[in-house]
């Protein structure tokens, strides 16, 4: 069962780089769209 727990806790810490990823590039398109927004009113 310690095994189990290695594994488990493994892949709690990917899912959680996974989903820290996804909100990176989230927050990047974000960024980038109110960016265009700013210089399309310039």
Do not use: W
């Amino acid at each position: 069962s310690n095994f189990k727990k290695a594994i488990e806790k493994t892949l709690q810490k990917v899912t959680l780089q996974e989903s820290k990823k996804e909100l990176d590039s989230l927050l990047t398109l974000k960024f980038q769209s109110f960016n265009n927004v700013i210089y399309s009113r310039v």
